[in-house]
């Protein structure tokens, strides 16, 4: 077994500033949408690379879910400018087209194909070292062996999965998630949330993972909804845990809740019908659901139990204490303004491009949804075992919101 994290990660308001230690020539940075411009960032980070001694080169413009087009682009600048520093910035897509960018960029010759390979990456660092920047409280690839990335040709999110990827430096500045809009925040906390649990059933959990995913669950119970709310001592306090939750499931793994979020998040985005499901609001729903269904599996049983005990959510049974597991985390749903299920996510909440996901819409892809999400990575270290029977019901239950009995 084996636990990876960055060699270093700086932490705590003003964190940024540990770009200015970096020894190199040249750094390309890469950023989102515009809010690490908006709120002055981007300008700190390029003056601290600048201070540095470096030339620097922006990539921006990185959408959500970004996609295989958006990564061979990106790596074509990066080949024409040759940085020795790749400097993520932003929430999970920035970060996560950047570490695609930087294998191609290394290596020329690799395809989308071969990323996809699970811990097939060759050595990377030889051109370059990589530093991630998290601006959102919940996917923490700062510190993850993992990438996400849309083809959307197919309609399918391929995790890139290698510790190779794992970046050099994490930093977690706690600043930049103070700029997050509400919504945003209920969306990453839930993926940290998912992130902690999943990781701590997970068949490849072990002492080092379930320390960092037991104590990222306890912060995230207590400061979620405080921080929803506009707690900003909460939020900070969020952004250490969804840190942790990192930590613990990059080198523990996670389950098929983000196995089935992955597949629907890409059979539904806008380039695929328009009814594009949220990652972390997807994980939300489905969690409880999933937490139904792998209870079934002893080991996976215990662990729910003392999750249970370890958050005081009370109980005399195991399945009391699972019971009340659920019903907490549904009650954190409310709280965030999550719905429960596909059916209900749409409208003037959770507005899509074309409304609320239809029901015959859902049910043919049902199938190539099930077989995707079976086959995704991320199932594999899922404490119970699922074939396309199960997964296609586990799904029609995380659209109607009906109980798991099988």
């Not at 909804?225 to 969020?238: F, L, W």
């Not at 005990?309 to 659920?326: P, S, V």
Request: one cysteine or more.
């Amino acid at each position: 077994m084996r636990f990876t994290n960055p060699r270093d990660l700086y932490h705590g308001k003003g964190a940024l500033e540990a770009l200015k230690t970096l020894k190199g020539k040249k750094a390309v940075v890469c950023v989102g949408g515009g809010s690490m411009k908006k709120f002055g960032f981007l300008d700190k980070a390029c003056d601290y690379l600048k201070e540095a001694g470096m030339e620097v080169m922006v990539i921006d413009g990185i959408e959500p879910d970004p996609s295989v087009t958006t990564v061979m682009n990106g790596a074509a600048k990066m080949l024409e400018f040759e940085p020795d520093w790749i400097i993520a910035m932003g929430g999970g897509s920035p970060i996560d087209a950047a570490k695609a960018m930087w294998i191609k960029y290394e290596y020329p010759e690799c395809t989308f194909e071969d990323m996809c390979k699970i811990f097939g990456i060759p050595e990377l660092r030889k051109k370059a070292k990589f530093v991630a920047v998290s601006s959102t409280s919940g996917t923490a690839t700062e510190v993850t062996a993992f990438s996400i990335i849309t083809d959307y040709d197919k309609g399918i999110k391929y995790p890139i999965a290698d510790f190779e990827i794992t970046p050099d430096v994490a930093i977690v500045d706690p600043e930049l998630a103070e700029t997050m809009p509400q919504k945003l925040v209920a969306h990453t906390g839930m993926d940290a949330m998912t992130h902690a649990i999943e990781s701590y059933v997970s068949t490849c959990a072990c002492d080092y993972t379930d320390a960092m995913g037991l104590y990222a669950m306890k912060l995230i119970k207590e400061n979620l909804v405080k921080s929803y709310n506009g707690d900003m001592t909460a939020r900070d306090t969020m952004h250490n845990a969804q840190c942790l939750a990192g930590i613990a499931f990059s080198s523990g793994l996670l389950g098929i809740v983000h196995s089935m979020a992955h597949k629907t998040g890409a059979a539904f985005a806008a380039d695929c019908g328009g009814y594009h499901i949220i990652h972390g609001a997807a994980n939300a729903m489905y969690l409880p659901k999933v937490i139904a269904f792998n209870a079934k599996d002893e080991r996976a049983a215990e662990r729910f139990a003392y999750v249970a005990d370890y958050l005081g959510l009370g109980g005399e049974t195991r399945d009391e204490k699972i019971a009340n597991l659920i019903a907490m985390l549904r009650k954190m749903n409310d709280d965030l303004n999550i719905p429960h299920c596909i059916k209900n996510y749409g409208g003037d909440s959770y507005p899509t491009e074309q409304g609320f996901v239809p029901e015959d819409v859902f049910l043919a892809k049902l199938p190539d949804i099930a077989r995707e999400a079976i086959g995704d990575a991320c199932t594999g270290a899922n404490p119970r075992a699922i074939n396309q029977e199960e997964m296609e019901a586990l799904l029609k239950c995380c659209y109607y919101d009906t109980e798991v009995d099988f």
